[in-house]
């Protein structure tokens, strides 16, 4: 009697747990963010809101798919329908079914008109779209999450080991057998902290995405991961990334082997023997289930709140600051608070009250540009989100005033330390090769990882800023011009820019690439090794400018004599040549010699890789010294396909110095 009461108890509280279990997986997802622009809408009862609906009603069918991932299609152009989900690959059939089943109605709700949405959760994204969104990488939207605590210790050996795990992740996600799940976690130990034991990392891409897609989305997301923080995220439609210094995913559900079948009884066996396999089946099962309930309840807990304020950039709305608000925060823009002046507009370090740093422009009247103009503009350059480009949090358009609100970088410009030799000291080659690989990095996101190409046309020291750890930040896109994806080149006769940084090619005919910034990022390498600008180099064995001294000194097989003298002691002789003969290869007179910016970056990390050995690089003459070139009344733009000038004075946002 009392073992049929052990059985008996035992089956009751399996049978319990299996039906609290699903109850407690089919929660409400967690809610991260949406995003459905106002472009284009479709119109109540029209076709295609019937098709979308046919969309979404085939999405929460087909939720129960043990893989994670569906995509379909209703109707036919112009009113056809893509739809798809993703769910975490780490979680069960029944929470990636309640995820989709509640996004499907969720996203109506929060996008009841828009033919393109895309909705996240911690546990699943849906999206549709009146486009082709299968098996494309989608550059755009990408949303940023971070905690709100900092790393306190050795930041950067954590630092360096997130971005080493977050690349493994996105190497095995991207390389995953055909059909498998483009999904991968790491966990790693780490011997610097006090306050934490392990990092872990994720990644994952729609399945869609062949592998080299999928590598170069995560790699996109990744370059805008912040990093210093206990835990941060980036979601894009088409993958997403995520590093946490607790354990954030089912462990259980990552790569975890099948459970064996048990063995049916033997027919005709006495029930009374068979209750010590029932207790020993069941107990470790039950016990198994409870600590998981458990660990998922723990995890509740500790899961990190997240800072969302700055990251959503895709409205008007969270962009807008109001005057009173940036009057305040730079003290009613007093002279103490000013941190330089240029030719259009002022500008002023400003603290807003949550104790965040600015830096807030006020650009000149009479520019020419309009309200919406403006305001376009400024959402498009704050849609660009790079660790290496400056960030603009928003602008304010009150009492006739342009105003634009950067992040602010305390450390002012790289010309501040490289070219002052009393500042010199304080970038060792350590801090220089840094610098040189983050601007490469930072040019290679605006010609191929951001939505559209974009030419920077006026890189020079100034205009790379230098934040807390001194990494540079690109700033000043005054100058910028935009492709399309298939454009190569333009022609202008308006040329704009800084003399000793100019390509040969836009100085002297107009014609602007990407060519010719990596000519300017050339330039740039050889004055960070040599610590001497290109424009006011003292002749030298006969050299009239840096480059034809770099040249000489390469030709002579002495290119270590470039080197900045204060660096003599403390450098690495591989890392120096392979910059100078980058920045050679880079001011070569053929823009089809010099490489382009996705090559200059897997130069810098990859020491196996042969470099081309560089030709004479190009010599432009300088006969004027204010920096603009010597074509006066011509403002007409000439391009060899459409592109888009980002104002109407090519000079609105500019000069932009956020010290």
Known sequence: MQISTVSINLLLLVTVLSLLSPAIEAQQPTYLHHDCPNTTTFTVNSTYQANRNTVLSSLSSSSTRGDGFYNTTAGRSPDMVYGLFLCRGDLSTSVCQACVTFATTDISQRCPNQTTAVVWYDECLLRYSNGNIF?????????????????????????????????????????????????????????????????????????????????????MVISTLPTGWEGARVLNPSCNVRYEIYPFYNQTGVASPPSPTPSPPAPGGNGRRSWPIIVAIVVP??????????????????????????????????????????????????????????????????????????????????????????KNEAILVAKLQHRNLVRLLGFCLEREERILVYEYAPNKSLDYFVFDPAKQGNLD???????????????????????LR??????????ILLD????????????????????????????VGTYGYMSPEYAMQGQFS?????????VLALEIVSGQRNSDFYETEGALDLISYAWKLWKDGRSLE???????????????????????????????????????????????ATLQVPKQPAFVLQSRTDGRMPYKGLESDQSTSPSMPWSNNEASITELYPR
């Not at 080659?429 to 939505?451: N, T, V």
């Open 514 to 522: 990407v060519k010719s910034d990596a000519y300017s990022f050339g």
């Open 285 to 374: 099962i039950a016990a198994s289930i409870l600590l998981l309930l458990l660990m998922c309840w723990l995890l509740k807990r500790r899961a990190k709140k997240y800072d969302t304020n700055g990251y959503d950039i895709t409205t008007i709305d969270s962009l807008q600051y109001d005057y009173a608000t940036i009057e305040a925060a730079t003290d009613k823009f007093s002279d103490a608070n000013k941190l330089g002046k240029g030719g259009f507009g002022e500008v002023y370090k400003g603290i807003l009250s949550n104790q965040q740093e600015i830096a807030v422009k006020k650009l000149s009247r009479g520019s020419g540009q309009g309200d919406e103009e403006f």
């Open 135 to 219: 098996s494309v990488v989608a550059e755009q939207p990408t949303f940023i999450l971070r905690s709100t605590q900092n790393v306190t210790d050795n930041q950067d050996l954590f630092n360096q080991q997130v971005l080493a795990m977050m690349n493994d992740t996105a190497n095995q996600a991207a390389n995953t057998p055909e059909g498998a799940k483009k999904f991968a976690t790491r966990e790693e130990d780490v011997n610097f902290s006090s306050t934490f034991q392990a990092l872990y990392t994720l990644g994952q891409c729609t399945p869609d995405l062949i592998s080299m897609d999928c590598n170069r989305c995560l790699r």
């Open 562 to 608: 470039l080197l900045d003298p204060v660096l003599r002691d403390n450098y690495s002789r591989n890392e120096v040549i392979r910059c100078i003969q980058l920045g050679l290869l880079c001011v070569q007179e053929d823009p089809a010699d010099r490489p382009t910016m996705a090559t200059v970056v897997l130069l810098l990390n990859s020491y196996s």
């Open 454 to 463: 974009i030419i920077h046309r006026d890189l020079k020291a100034s205009n």
């Open 468 to 495: 807390g750890d001194m990494n540079p930040k690109i700033s000043d896109f005054g100058m910028a011009r935009i492709f399309g994806v298939d454009q190569t080149q333009g022609t202008t006769r308006r040329v």
């Open 429 to 451: 080659w350590l801090r220089r090769y840094k610098i040189i690989e983050g601007i490469a990095r930072g040019i290679l996101y605006l010609h191929e990882d951001s939505r």
